[in-house]
C-alpha cells in the first residue's frame, strides 16, 4: 500500500497533468496511455528530450505524435522522420487524419507534398540534406521525432542519423524512439551528452503476451514448459532432437558420395522421423487453430513467390466472395495508372489471383504500389496470410496474430548465418496486435538438425546492442569545413556516438592496463636472481623457444607443399598408398582434381571399404605415394554399388596385403641441429651466468608469466592507440585526400569544386564530383547519362550475377572513362588508408538505356534477372542522384542532359509508383 508521501506526490502529479497540454492529448486519444508513455510525455512537456525503447507494438508512436501536438500548440514545427520512404507515407497519412492536409507535409526526396507546412514527415536523410544547406524550413522548428533510431546501427545509411543528431539546432527537443535494445542508457548517455537533459524511458513488458511454438509435421509444441523456478525447454521437443540425431547416425545417407543423391530422392516432408511441412498445410493449420493473420517469414524473394504459388496450387482461400470483391476493387484502383502493356510482365494476374484469395508476398522485388496494396489489405484484415523477406521488420505497420519463422539462418550480404537474437526478437515482435488479440504467437518450423535449446535461448536472450555505424564521408567532411572550419569540425566529429562508445571501451581497457602493469612489477620481482639479470636469460630461452617453433612450422609447411604436388599428379587409377593416419591403406583415384581451391587438391577416391570419398590434405601426414596402376571399367558409375564393389575387388587384388607403415621424411636443411641461430641462442643461454643458478628454474616459471602478461598488456595498448580519436583520425584522412584532389585548398578552406561536392549526397560523391569535373559524361544525350549513371545506383544481389553485354559506342566510353576515374581515386584511398568507395556496376546500363529511350517495361526486363520492383526502385534512385547532378553541375550540356534523362526515367510505371 502507498505510503501517506507517495499518495500526496501521486495526487500533485494528477492536479499538474489535468492542467497540461498532456491532459488536452489525452482527451481524444479515447484511450488510457501507459506508465511508460506517461513519463516519456511529461519529460517532453518539461523540456527534456527523451529517449524511448520498448518493443514493437508497444506504442512508442504515440509519444512522438505527442511531440507534434506539443509543437502545434506551441505554435512551433515539428519534423517526424522515418528510416524509409514507405513508413513516411504511411505516418504521412496518420498525421492528415489527425491535424488535416493543410497542416502536414511530405518530403521524400521523390515526393514533395506540403513542404513548408507545420508538421513534415521526411525520410532522415531529407533532414540531413536540409541542415548541410542551412535550409529556411528549419525556422521555427520546435521538435524533431526520429523513429526507429535504432537504425543507426545500419552500416550502409546509419550515419545520417548520427549527423542529424548532431547537428540539430540547440533549441530542438528530439525525441528518439527505439526497438528494445541492451544498451539503451548508454545511448542516453550519449544523448544527454550532445543534446542537453534527455530522459530515458525503457519498457520491456510486450502489451500482448507472445508465446513461442515449434510446428514438428502437423503438431504444435511449445517451446517452453513451466520450471521449478523459470520456464524450461520443451522436454518432447528435446527427445525429438535426440530421435533424429539417431536416425542419422544409423541412415548411410551422406557416406561413400551418396549423401546428396540420397537427400534429393527423401520426400522434403519426411526427413528422419519428424514432419518438415508444407507450406500450404502450415497456412491450414494455422487457418484451423485460428491463428490468422499471420506473416511468415522467408529470407528469399525467389521463397515468397514460390510459397504463394504452393497455397494456389494447394487450392488455400481464406476470403469470402464478398471479401474478394473489395480486394479486387482495392487493387485495381491504386493499379489503374499502371498501362496494360506493363501488366503482365510484372505478373499482375498471379499477383490479383492470390490476393482475392487472401494470400500475398511482400518483398523489395515487388512494384511498390503492389506492396502498399499487400501492407493496407493486411492492415484491414482482408489478407490474411504474407510472406515476406525480413525487410517488412523494419518499422512498417504490419501487425498480425502469428509470425512464423521458416528457418533460422539468412544470407546476410556475404554469407549464410544465423540469426541474431536481436533479428529473432524483431521479427518476432510482428505477432499480437494491440486492442485485437489477447496473444501473440511465434512459430518457428522444424528442420533437420534444429536445436530447441538455440531456439530458446533466440527468444529468451534479450541482447541488443546499439552500436553505431558512423564514419566521416566526403560529403560530410566538405559541408562541416564550409560550416564550422577543419579543426572546429574534427571536435565535432569526435562527440560522434561511435567515438563515444570506443572512448567508453578505452576507460575499460585503461582499467586493464593498471591491473597488469601492477602484476607486472610482481612478477620481475619474484624472477629476480643474484647470479645475474634473469631478464636477460628469460628472454634468450623465449627465443629459442620461438625459433624451435618457426623452424617446425617450416617443416609442416614444406610437407605439406610437398603433400599437395603429390596430389596434382594423380591420374584416373592411380592405386595410392596413405601412408598414415585412421584412413591409412590403399586407394584407386576415380577422379583427380583438376580445379584445386585454397585447401589443395581434393580428387575423388575409392577404398577397400567401397567408398567414394574425397581425399585432402587435412587427412595425410606425407606425401602419397603410386604403388601400381589399374584400368577403371568402361562406364563407371560412381553411384552403382555393383561397380564400386567391382573395382574395390580389383584394388584388393592390386595391393600387397600387409597394411602400410607411416614414413616420415624430413624436408632437407631443416634439422633444428643444423640451424645457425639456434646454435648460437644456445651457446649465449648456457654462457649466461643465470643458466648456473640453482633456483633456475622457479624463476623461469615467474619470467614465463611475465612474458605473456606483458604481451597481452602491449595488445590492450594497441587497442587503447586504436580506438582514441579513432573517428578524428579518418575524418584527418579523408580531408588529406580532398586537399590533394583540391576540394579543400592550403588553407582547409572549401574550393569552387569543394562547394560542388557539398550538393553531391551519393554514396559515390567524390566519383561523380571527379567525373564532373573531368568532364567523363561530356556529350552524352540523356538516355546515354542515365545508362552510365545508373552503375553508381545499381549492385548486384549475388557475385555470380550473369553481367549483360555493355553499351558500346558514346555510352561505352563514358563507362570507361568513369571506370578509369574510380581506379584513381581507389589508389588515392589506397595511399591515405582509406577504402570507401564501391566498385559501380554496369549491370543495369544496358537495359536503363533501352529504358529511357522509350522502350517498353517488357522490352527492358525481358533477357535479365532483374525483378520488375528491383528495376522500379533503382530509377527512382537513379532519378534522385539525376536531381543531384543538376544542383551540382554548371555545365550547360550535362545539365540538358540530366533534364532529358529524368523524362526519359520517369515515366510509365516508374512514374506510377512516385506518388504525386
Not at 573395382?647 to 600387409?658: E, F, I, K, Q
Request: net charge neutral; hydrophobic share 40%.
Amino acid at each position: 500500500m502507498p505510503t501517506p508521501a507517495e499518495q500526496y506526490a501521486a495526487a500533485r502529479l494528477r492536479q499538474a497533468d489535468e492542467r497540461s497540454e498532456l491532459a488536452t492529448f489525452r482527451d481524444r486519444l479515447g484511450f488510457e496511455l501507459d506508465d511508460f508513455q506517461l513519463r516519456a510525455c511529461r519529460a517532453l512537456e518539461a523540456g527534456r528530450g527523451v529517449l524511448v525503447a520498448a518493443p514493437t507494438g508497444a506504442g512508442k508512436t504515440v509519444i512522438g505524435e505527442f511531440a507534434v501536438h506539443l509543437a502545434l500548440a506551441g505554435g512551433r514545427k515539428a519534423f517526424y522522420t522515418t528510416p524509409i520512404k514507405a513508413l513516411s507515407n504511411q505516418k504521412y497519412a496518420e498525421l492528415v487524419a489527425v491535424h488535416g492536409s493543410e497542416r502536414v507535409g511530405l518530403l521524400t526526396g521523390d515526393t514533395t507534398v506540403n513542404g513548408e507546412a507545420d508538421v513534415v514527415v521526411m525520410t532522415t536523410e531529407v533532414l540531413r540534406n536540409m541542415l548541410y544547406a542551412g535550409s529556411t524550413t528549419l525556422a521555427g522548428l520546435g521538435f524533431v521525432v526520429m523513429d526507429e533510431v535504432h537504425y543507426l546501427a545500419d552500416r550502409f545509411r546509419g550515419a545520417v542519423w548520427e549527423e542529424v543528431i548532431i547537428h540539430l539546432p540547440d533549441e530542438v527537443r528530439l525525441v528518439s524512439l527505439s526497438a528494445t535494445v541492451s544498451n539503451a542508457e548508454e545511448f542516453g548517455a550519449w544523448l544527454d551528452t550532445v543534446r542537453g537533459d534527455t530522459e530515458v524511458v525503457v519498457e520491456e513488458h510486450r502489451p500482448v503476451p507472445l508465446y513461442q511454438h515449434v510446428l514438428v509435421g502437423n503438431r504444435m509444441h511449445d517451446l517452453f514448459v513451466d520450471g521449478r523456478d523459470a520456464p524450461a525447454v520443451n522436454p518432447d521437443l528435446l527427445q525429438l532432437a535426440r530421435n533424429e540425431q539417431r536416425y542419422e547416425r544409423s541412415t548411410p545417407s551422406g557416406r561413400g558420395g551418396r549423401g546428396r543423391s540420397a537427400e534429393r530422392h527423401q520426400p522434403r516432408q519426411h526427413i528422419g522421423r519428424h514432419g518438415v511441412p508444407r507450406r500450404s498445410d502450415v497456412v491450414s493449420q494455422l487457418e484451423r487453430a485460428g491463428l490468422l493473420p499471420a506473416i511468415t517469414f522467408i529470407f528469399s524473394r525467389a521463397g515468397c513467390d514460390a510459397a504463394v504459388k504452393q497455397c494456389l496450387d494447394a487450392g488455400i482461400r481464406l476470403t469470402t466472395p464478398e471479401e474478394s470483391d473489395r480486394i479486387r476493387d482495392l487493387a485495381e484502383e491504386h493499379t489503374a495508372d499502371i498501362p496494360a502493356a506493363d501488366l503482365d510482365v510484372l505478373g499482375y494476374w498471379e499477383w490479383l489471383d492470390g490476393l482475392t484469395r487472401g494470400v500475398a508476398a511482400h518483398h523489395a522485388g515487388l512494384l511498390p504500389s503492389f506492396k502498399e496494396v499487400v501492407e493496407q489489405l493486411f492492415a484491414a484484415g482482408l489478407v490474411r496470410c504474407v510472406f515476406a523477406t525480413e525487410t517488412l521488420a523494419l518499422g512498417i505497420n504490419m501487425p498480425a496474430r502469428t509470425v512464423v519463422l521458416e528457418k533460422l539462418v539468412k544470407w546476410n550480404g556475404e554469407t549464410h548465418a544465423d540469426i541474431t537474437p536481436g533479428e529473432f526478437t524483431q521479427l518476432t515482435g510482428r505477432a499480437g496486435r494491440r486492442g485485437i488479440d489477447v496473444e501473440g504467437h511465434a512459430v518457428v518450423l522444424w528442420h533437420p538438425n534444429l536445436d530447441p535449446r538455440s531456439v530458446a535461448g533466440l527468444a529468451s536472450t534479450r541482447t541488443y546492442p546499439l552500436r553505431s555505424s558512423f564514419s566521416p564521408t566526403y560529403n560530410m567532411a566538405v559541408n562541416l569545413v564550409a560550416q564550422v572550419g577543419q579543426q572546429r569540425a574534427r571536435e565535432v566529429l569526435e562527440t560522434s556516438f561511435a567515438q563515444f562508445q570506443a572512448d567508453r571501451a578505452v576507460v575499460g581497457l585503461a582499467r586493464q592496463v593498471r591491473t597488469h602493469e601492477e602484476a607486472l612489477d610482481g612478477y620481475a620481482t619474484a624472477m629476480t636472481c643474484h647470479l645475474g639479470d634473469f631478464a636477460e636469460y628469460a628472454a634468450l630461452r623465449r627465443g629459442i623457444k620461438d625459433r624451435e617453433a618457426q623452424l617446425s612450422r617450416d617443416r609442416q609447411n614444406g610437407e605439406r607443399a610437398l603433400t599437395a604436388q603429390s596430389l596434382e599428379r594423380v591420374r584416373i587409377g592411380d592405386v595410392l598408398r596413405i601412408p598414415g593416419g585412421r584412413r591409412a591403406g590403399y586407394v584407386v583415384v576415380v577422379e583427380p582434381d583438376r580445379s584445386p581451391g585454397l585447401d589443395g587438391p581434393k580428387p575423388f577416391v575409392l577404398g577397400q571399404d567401397r567408398q567414394i570419398r574425397r581425399l585432402t590434405l587435412a587427412e595425410l601426414t606425407s606425401p602419397v605415394e603410386e604403388v601400381t596402376k589399374v584400368r577403371l571399367p568402361k562406364g563407371f558409375n560412381a553411384r552403382s554399388p555393383q561397380s564400386r564393389r567391382d573395382l574395390a575387388s580389383t584394388l584388393r587384388t592390386a595391393v600387397p596385403h600387409d597394411p602400410p607403415r607411416s614414413r616420415r621424411t624430413r624436408s632437407a636443411g631443416t634439422d633444428p641441429g643444423e640451424d645457425a641461430q639456434l646454435v648460437e641462442l644456445r651457446r649465449r643461454m648456457r654462457a649466461h651466468p643465470c643458466h648456473q643458478c640453482p633456483q633456475r628454474e622457479d624463476h623461469a616459471r615467474w619470467g614465463e608469466r611475465w612474458a605473456r602478461l606483458r604481451n597481452e598488456t602491449d595488445g590492450l595498448q594497441k587497442r587503447i592507440e586504436g580506438r582514441t580519436s579513432s573517428v578524428a583520425r579518418t575524418f584527418d584522412r579523408v580531408c588529406a585526400v580532398l586537399s590533394q584532389l583540391g576540394y579543400l585548398d592550403e588553407h582547409s578552406r572549401v574550393t569552387a569544386d569543394g562547394e560542388r561536392l557539398r550538393r553531391l549526397y551519393t554514396e559515390h560523391d567524390l566519383l561523380v564530383a571527379e567525373c564532373l569535373r573531368s568532364g567523363a559524361w561530356r556529350g552524352l544525350d540523356g538516355p546515354g547519362l542515365a545508362a552510365v549513371l545508373s552503375a553508381l545506383v545499381y549492385e548486384a544481389r549475388r557475385e555470380d550475377a550473369r553481367l549483360p553485354q555493355p553499351p558500346s559506342g558514346a555510352v561505352g566510353d563514358a563507362l570507361d572513362a568513369m571506370w578509369r576515374e574510380w581506379t584513381r581515386l581507389e589508389a588515392v584511398e589506397h595511399e591515405h588508408r582509406l577504402s570507401t568507395m564501391r566498385q559501380p556496376d554496369p549491370g543495369l546500363a544496358p537495359a536503363m538505356l533501352r529504358w529511357a529511350r522509350g522502350q517498353s517495361l517488357d522490352a527492358v526486363l525481358r533477357d535479365g534477372d532483374l525483378a520488375a520492383g528491383d528495376f522500379v526502385r533503382r530509377c527512382k534512385q537513379l532519378v534522385d542522384l539525376l536531381g543531384q547532378l543538376l544542383g551540382a553541375s554548371d555545365a550547360p550540356g550535362t545539365r540538358k542532359a540530366a533534364r532529358q534523362a529524368v523524362d526519359g526515367v520517369l515515366r510509365g510505371v516508374v512514374a506510377h509508383s512516385i506518388p504525386g
